[in-house]
């Protein structure tokens, strides 16, 4: 194992970084210990309840690029004048996401290649120009966790722009990683020391399950596959692993409000949904639960790398915690692999 | 559970049903819904403590195919499931065959849903301690403790639907929040569109919920949506002498009227 | 204001409202904003989003020709939400549109052939596009044929271009109505389209097929074009599927990994060979 340089970020430093970060007018949101979850929540100063521990939470930071219910803009009408007032763009919050797992922080290269595919998404793209990624190294993982399968590491900085692992001393190493995670070093410089540590040595081994690329290439012709059936029975068609997952984007646009006066909100979707895809007509395309499971697995494996070069799952395991039922993705991932794709 | 592998290997081999729907050993420790076709498969059958998915859901799915015959493993809530199912006119007792476990886990196997009625009648079937503490808890509360206990949990709600889903009793077709002339209940999850939601899921579970509580061990937040309808139960009962799940004729409390009503505005 | 936010619609006034047929209208749409005007531009095929403030959008073809300037229109069923408020507005009221969408038919590789056109019932306005920007670059192409049935002759949209291009000399129109459908008199056919188009056994030399309509129309169309010699590359469509967004973002319109909104909605009946039935 190599011995590299870091800057050393000590424990005892966490209340002053933090306080510098709210008092700049940073958002941050941590990962917060709540009884024997730990979830990420908004904090203002550092507090021991902070858990730079965890597995992982149930739900990502998705939310705050792309949140549940975003607002488009207000609208105003009488018969002949209508208006529409944007939000302010410049007002949108400068968040902070501290201790994000390298899954979580890799999450926002999916998310920003759908919102940026051929049509810039204002909205995503500013709340993300106004976000800071401060990744956390995992020194644990858990049976859900596959990150390692698709080609992201427990301690891998894509994504963050400031990188932390935590060391046998309970300080953090840390590798500046960006522009803007150097803008948050700057400004705290008196914070950081210098340290020769092995980085490699503080991490989590997490087993790898299956070959990414391989799975990409199986998935191929594998549309009428009979495995789609046999793995979707269970399935009872909610949301649950759509809605934590940290890049799934399948979104509604809805308005609310009266004719004179309301407003156009875009809100979270899931194409597990039945109606999703329900024509007016009363045709539906994706009628059966199983077609809405190969939707889910299909965009995800072969779709987004096929059109926008990025794969749309990270390994984090969230869907498969949060199935009311069991449908554990890796292990339907394995069988897929395993399965002949005909009768 | 030999026994239970081995009878459903024999109502397989008879082809006195085509499908089981029982539990397999899932991921990671957990017991998951398995769906068993052929009596080679019947060994992955398990049934232990781990096995508490209200399997009555797949019933009115219609994922299964039609004209099949199906047993389904009966836990005291899937059978109490069932039996309000069969009341409402969801289930035809001609496809369904059930295999329940009592509390004890032996297998009983029914001849018709009658006999589990008679079977649910002869349990006790009164609330636990701890589902009366929970709604004590609740009851203690200030009108302003109350509202603001939902509201903080509800805010958490994004819509997964998770707790629809997972609830046999919700087996609607056209859910009234997919139902958008008029739009009914806001679709957006903000804090409205999240009251609107489950008030209206509490309400139109009122008293037709067996408690089971399935809805909230789906909810992936932990939100503690089964005590509305818990207690929606409770004053059904107290007000009406109505409990879901025990009975295959009387009718549902809240779409009924008896002559001799106490109430005089309804006669 | 730089970066447009792609999610907000252009205003358009309402400048005339033809009723076409039960439930079925048309807005001629014109840019509240000058500068919008100026800037906006579509080619045949293309869609866009139409929506009423409280209600929301709802997706169709633009279903006048890019080469009629100052206005774009629409015409639509009164079928939800959406288009049934749109249906309750009024000359001289505003709308959104945002728009347009998709891709194009290939008019420009035309040049010198024959078309084709064969619509069914409320898929005429997609196509009505098409045939207005070929009719208006008439000298471009041979001989033009349209084929148009619908379910009754009160279903029939356009009636005024139908007679316009019944007159013209240049177009050859034939309209169809189902058995049952006819009034007492009706000069038309009677019949399904695709069992009129094969009775009228249009050439298939060096000519172009555009079909749309129904799914149950374009399923029993196409065998009838091939039986007819028609190449598979030469016959065009387009497609529908739910959409909410028009650009690929909100993961409802796709067909395997061709997404309606982007890559169509105007395919070849060869590309649509390629497609998963997933639509």
Redesign the interface.
């Known amino acids: 194992m190599a011995t590299e340089n870091y800057k050393l970020l000590k424990k005892e430093s966490l209340p002053a970084l933090f306080d510098k970060l709210t008092a700049s007018g940073k958002t941050i949101y941590a990962p917060v210990k709540n009884g024997e979850k730990t979830e990420f929540d908004v904090v203002t100063k550092y507090s021991n309840d902070i858990n730079d521990e965890y597995i992982q939470t149930v739900q990502s930071l998705k939310g705050t690029v792309f949140p549940k219910v975003e607002k488009l803009f207000d609208y105003k009408s009488d018969k002949t004048d209508t208006s529409i007032q944007e939000p302010d763009f410049s007002k949108f919050p400068q968040n902070v996401l501290w201790g994000l797992h390298p899954c979580d922080a890799a999450a926002f290269r999916p998310l920003d290649a759908t919102f940026r595919w051929d049509y810039d998404d204002k909205y995503f793209l500013t709340r993300m120009k106004l976000t800071t990624v401060v990744g956390l190294s995992c020194s644990k993982h858990d049976d859900y966790c596959f990150c390692t399968s698709v080609d992201i590491s427990p301690a891998s900085s894509d994504g963050s722009d400031i990188m932390l692992t935590k060391n046998k001393a309970g300080d953090y190493l840390v590798e500046i990683v960006t522009e803007k995670g150097q803008e948050v070093y700057d400004m705290a410089k008196e914070l950081f020391g210098e340290i020769s540590d092995d980085k490699e040595s503080y991490i989590t081994d997490v087993p790898k399950k299956f070959d990414l690329n391989e799975l990409n290439k199986n998935l191929d012709g594998s549309f009428e596959a009979p495995y789609w059936l046999a793995q979707s029975m269970r399935c009872i068609g909610c949301g649950a692993c759509a809605y934590v997952c940290p890049t799934c984007t399948c979104f509604d646009l809805q308005d609310e409000g009266a004719a004179n006066k309301g407003s156009r909100i875009k809100c979270w979707d899931s194409c597990g949904f039945g109606h999703f895809t329900l024509h007016t007509s009363g045709h539906n395309p994706r009628e059966t639960q199983s077609q809405r499971w190969r939707q889910r697995i299909l965009h995800k494996f072969s779709y987004m790398p096929d059109r926008i070069k990025v794969f749309g799952c990270m390994g984090c395991g969230r869907c498969s915690r949060a199935c009311p039922v069991d449908m554990n993705i890796s292990e339907n991932l394995i069988k897929i692999m395993e399965e002949p794709k005909n009768e | 559970m030999d026994k239970l592998k081995q009878l459903a290997k024999e109502l397989l081999s008879n082809n006195q049903v085509q499908i089981i729907v029982g539990y397999e050993e899932g991921t990671v420790g957990k017991a998951r819904p398995a769906f068993i076709s052929s009596p080679d498969q019947a060994d992955t059958l398990i049934y232990d403590e781990r096995c508490i998915h209200n399997l009555a859901v797949y019933l009115t799915q219609h994922k299964l195919p039609g004209n099949t015959k199906i047993a389904v493993i009966a836990s005291f809530p899937v059978m109490k499931s069932i039996i309000t199912l069969a009341s409402e006119k969801q289930l035809d007792e001609n496809f369904i065959k059930v295999i329940g476990i009592s509390k004890d886990n032996n297998i009983i196997e029914f001849k018709d849903f009658a006999d589990i009625e008679r079977y649910i009648n002869q349990q006790d079937l009164s609330f636990t301690p701890e589902e009366q503490a929970l709604i004590d808890k609740i009851d203690a509360m200030s009108m302003e403790e109350r509202w603001e206990y939902w509201q903080n949990e509800f805010s958490r709600c994004f819509k997964c639907y998770a707790c629809r889903s997972a609830c046999p009793m919700c087996y609607c077709t056209l859910c009234i929040t997919d139902f958008n002339q008029p739009q009914w209940v806001s679709v957006p999850s903000h804090k409205l569109g999240n009251f609107e939601w489950h008030i209206n899921r509490a309400m139109h579970l009122a008293g037709r919920c067996i408690g089971c509580d399935e809805c909230s061990r789906a909810c992936p937040l932990d939100l503690p949506i089964n005590l509305l309808t818990k207690k929606l139960s409770m004053d059904i009962q107290k007000q009406f002498g109505y409990s879901a799940g025990q009975s295959l004729t009387e009718p549902y409390a809240l779409s009924t009227y008896k002559p001799d009503d106490k109430e005089t505005f309804i006669r | 204001m730089s970066?447009?936010?792609?999610?907000?619609?252009y205003?358009m006034?309402i400048d005339k409202v033809t009723e076409e047929a039960p439930f079925v209208k048309t807005f001629r749409l014109k840019f509240?904003n000058e500068e919008d005007a100026a800037k906006f531009n579509f080619k045949a095929g293309q869609f866009g989003e139409y929506?009423?403030?409280?209600?929301?959008?709802s997706t169709f073809c633009v279903a006048s020709s890019p080469t009629r300037d100052g206005y774009i229109e629409c015409t639509f069923r009164e079928?939800?939400?959406v288009?049934?408020a749109l249906a309750g507005k009024e000359e001289?009221?505003?709308i959104?549109f945002r728009g347009p969408y998709g891709n194009t038919f290939p008019i420009d590789e035309w040049k010198g052939k024959n078309l084709l056109f064969i619509a069914g019932g409320i898929a005429l306005p997609p196509m009505r596009c098409v045939i207005w920007n070929c009719l208006d670059l008439r000298e471009n192409f041979k001989d033009f044929t349209i084929v148009y049935g619908a379910k009754t002759v009160n279903d029939l949209v356009y009636k005024h271009e139908l007679k316009e291009w019944e007159e013209r000399p240049d177009v050859k129109l034939i309209t169809t109505v189902d058995p049952g459908g006819e009034t007492p008199d009706w000069k038309g056919e009677i019949g399904f389209v695709p069992t009129v188009l094969e009775k009228a056994a249009p050439s298939a030399d060096n000519t172009i097929a555009i079909v749309c309509g129904p799914?149950i129309m374009i399923k029993y169309t196409f065998p009838i074009l091939e039986k007819l010699g028609f190449k598979d590359t030469d016959i065009f469509t387009t497609l529908?599927?739910?959409m909410?967004?028009g650009?690929?973002?909100?993961?409802?319109?796709?067909?395997?990994?061709v997404?309606i909104c982007?890559d169509g909605p105007v395919f070849t009946y060869a590309a649509l060979k390629q497609l998963?039935a997933?639509?």
């Open positions: 970066n447009p936010n792609i999610y907000k619609p205003l006034k509240t929506s009423v403030a409280g209600e929301g959008e079928t939800g939400r288009t049934s001289g009221e505003i959104g799914p529908e599927n739910r909410k967004c650009f690929g973002k909100c993961g409802r319109c796709n067909v395997g990994k997404y982007k998963p997933e639509y």
